[in-house]
T-cell receptor, first 114, second 112 residues
């Protein structure tokens, strides 16, 4: 059982380049999330989705876009990467109900923007 | 604006000691408070959680204490072990909403 899988695990970009992070989950979860983790700032929610074809903004959505075309996949896109987007990105998922406070996280994708 | 404030940022404890991490919140609508544990190179994983209708919850060496009037909650790790060395996040959510708000994290190091 793979759980939540993120690809790629590492990526280096130049300022202005674009890229997409892929999150795939095999638990049939309805809800999926993208967080970024930065030192001293914890985990901040970028975008999330409550079901296939739906997305919503989190705390820090600027500079990112997302798509949820299939229930098992949640894509995070950077249209024009900036050094401020250097971070570790985590995808998470959970079933719709009941919410026990448990999110299932992937192992992260480390992105460096030069 | 940090909705959940966590301290300390880092903590060094000797093996067998007690590790204490504190969190505070402002939004009284929060009604679920989980703690997550993250090892290097891994994603966070749920450790223990509490609802505000109880003042304490214990699971093994891990205890959450909750003070509703002060809007504070804390994680106590008894008999801390080197294997407990990790980053710990407190979090808060509102039932029937979609989001989980995390604190800034505490890096715990337990030395033999």
């Amino acid at each position: 059982n793979a759980g939540v899988t993120q690809t790629p695990k590492f990526r280096v970009l130049k300022t202005g380049q674009s890229m997409t992070l892929l999150c795939a989950q095999d638990m049939n979860h309805e809800y999926m999330y993208w967080y970024r983790q930065d030192p001293g700032m914890g985990l901040r929610l970028i975008h999330y989705s409550v079901g296939e074809g739906t997305t919503a903004k989190g705390e820090v959505p600027d500079g990112y876009n997302v798509s949820r075309l299939k229930k098992q996949n949640f894509l995070l896109g950077l249209e024009s990467a900036a050094p401020s987007q250097t971070s570790v990105y985590f995808c998470a998922s959970r079933p719709r109900t009941p919410f026990t406070g448990e999110l299932f996280f992937g192992e992260g994708s480390r992105l460096t923007v030069l | 604006q940090q909705q959940v404030k966590q301290s300390p940022q880092s903590l060094i404890v000797q093996k067998g000691g007690i590790s204490i991490i504190n969190c505070a919140y402002e939004n009284t609508a929060f009604d679920y408070f989980p703690w997550y544990q993250q090892f290097p190179g891994k994603g966070p994983a749920l450790l223990i959680a509490i609802r505000p209708d109880v003042s304490e919850k214990k699971e093994g060496r891990f205890t959450i204490s909750f003070n509703k009037s002060a809007k504070q909650f804390s994680l106590h790790i008894m008999d801390s072990q080197p294997g407990d060395s990790a980053t710990y996040f407190c979090a808060a959510s509102i039932t029937h909403t979609d989001k989980l708000i995390f604190g800034t994290g505490t890096r715990l190091q337990v030395f033999p």
